[in-house]
C-alpha cells in the first residue's frame, strides 16, 4: 500500500510560481506523475517521470513546468513557472508500483493518489 501525500499549492498571481511536492511513504515507487482537475472537467495529465528519470509532459506542462523526483527520498516535484489563470486546479499526485520502461502511462495505469493541493492563479 502507497500513500502519497501532496503540499506547496496556494494563491498566486499571473506569472509566478509554485512548487508542489509529493511525499510517497508504505513502498518504492515506480512511475510518479502529476495531474490536475476542475470542476466538472476530466482530470488531465500534467507530466509524469519513470523510476529511471524518463519523463513526459502535456502540451500546456512543456516548458513551463517541471517534474523531478528523488527516489531516495521517494519524493517528486512539480515546479510550476509563468503560472495562468488557466492553471488553476486541484493537482493530484499520482504514483505506480511497478516500474514500466516508457514515462508514457494513461491515468488508469495509476493506482495510487494523493488527496490533492489546490493551486489557484489570479489574473
Known amino acids: 500500500q502507497v500513500h502519497l501525500v501532496e503540499s506547496g499549492g496556494g494563491l498566486v498571481q499571473e506569472g509566478g510560481s509554485l512548487r508542489l511536492s509529493c511525499v510517497a511513504s508504505?513502498?518504492?515507487?515506480?512511475?510518479m506523475a502529476w495531474f490536475r482537475q476542475v470542476p466538472g472537467k476530466e482530470r488531465d495529465l500534467v507530466a509524469q517521470?519513470?523510476?529511471?528519470?524518463?519523463?513526459d509532459y502535456s502540451d500546456f506542462a512543456e516548458g513551463r513546468f517541471t517534474i523531478s523526483r528523488d527516489n531516495a527520498k521517494n519524493t517528486a516535484w512539480l515546479q510550476m513557472n509563468n503560472l495562468k489563470p488557466e492553471d488553476t486546479a486541484v493537482y493530484y499526485c499520482?504514483?505506480?508500483?511497478?516500474?514500466?520502461?516508457?514515462?508514457?502511462?494513461?491515468?488508469?495505469?495509476?493506482?495510487?493518489w494523493g488527496q490533492g493541493t489546490q493551486v489557484t492563479v489570479s489574473s
Open positions: 508504505g513502498s518504492s515507487v515506480g512511475h
Open positions: 517521470m519513470t523510476s529511471g528519470g524518463l519523463t
Open positions: 499520482a504514483a505506480t508500483l511497478r516500474r514500466f520502461p516508457s514515462p508514457r502511462l494513461t491515468s488508469r495505469s495509476y493506482g495510487y
